[in-house]
């Protein structure tokens, strides 16, 4: 069964900052997607940036990027000059390429921004 | 295009009772899912529904818990009777009708529903 593990409850950046939140999963699938959710406190979760586990090019979103290790099984976000508006829960989620296509989530990374 | 919806924001109810939520996928999505964060912990897959049909329920956690989804539109969640340990948010999502040479399938989530259960 796979699993996804957010080893950071919590971090914090101070404003313009560069911060890191670290995903680990575990899978024997080869092709599958991970993806990195943002939960405001207003709780409406968005998408904020996805991998397809067969690019080997890191996906990148404006302010976000990810390094994504398939062999370390590894999938950080990486935001740059956080903003106040980063605020938020963020979420590591997998999901493979067959069956019902659920997604498989970690347990979330609250990220404090310091003005 | 309107997002996902769900109703209520936030219920209130007390343990051995009966509550009701909905879910109102994006228009013309097929696939429906709910999940569930017990507070703290990760969000957790419920079921998933195709259309009108249950294609995956594997992750209702009891027999309390029954989702419909009539006519392949909105979907409720009816949890009965409550316990102390149904707290938390359930969220709704949905995805496109899955065809041939797409593999993204993202799922669009709803604000969800916080069950508190006193």
């Known amino acids: 069964a796979q699993t996804v593990t957010q080893s950071q409850p919590e971090m914090s950046v101070q404003e313009a900052e560069t911060v890191t939140l670290s995903c680990t999963y575990d899978?024997?699938?080869?092709?599958?997607?991970l993806f990195w959710y943002k939960q405001p406190p207003s709780r409406q979760m968005i998408l904020v940036i996805r991998?397809?586990?067969?690019?080997?090019q890191n996906a990148t979103e404006n302010r976000f990027s990810v390094n994504f290790q398939k062999a370390a099984k590894s999938f950080s976000l990486k935001i740059s000059d956080s903003q106040l508006g980063d605020a938020a829960m963020y979420f590591c989620?997998?999901?493979?390429?067959?069956?019902?296509?659920?997604?498989?989530f970690g347990t979330g990374t609250r990220l404090k921004v310091l003005a | 295009e309107a997002g996902v919806t769900q109703f209520p924001s936030h219920s209130v109810i007390e343990k051995g009772q009966t509550v009701t939520l909905r879910c109102d996928p994006i228009?013309?999505?097929?696939?429906l899912y709910w999940y569930r964060r017990v507070m703290g912990k990760e969000i957790k897959f419920l079921l998933h529904?195709?259309?009108?049909?249950?294609?995956?329920e594997s992750g209702m956690p009891n027999n309390r818990f029954l989702a419909e989804r009539t006519g392949g539109t909105y979907s409720t969640l009816k949890v009965q009777p409550a316990e102390l340990e149904d707290s938390g948010v359930y969220f709704c999502?949905?995805?496109?009708?899955?065809?041939?040479?797409?593999?993204?399938?993202?799922?669009?989530f709803g604000p969800g529903t916080r069950l508190t259960v006193l």
């Open positions: 999502a949905s995805s496109q009708k899955r065809s041939s040479g797409r593999r993204r399938n993202e799922q669009f």
């Open positions: 899978t024997s699938e080869s092709d599958y997607y």
């Open positions: 991998q397809e586990a067969y690019k080997q």
């Open positions: 989620a997998f999901r493979g390429t067959s069956g019902t296509y659920k997604y498989i």
């Open positions: 228009s013309g999505h097929d696939n």
């Open positions: 529904f195709v259309k009108e049909s249950k294609q995956d």
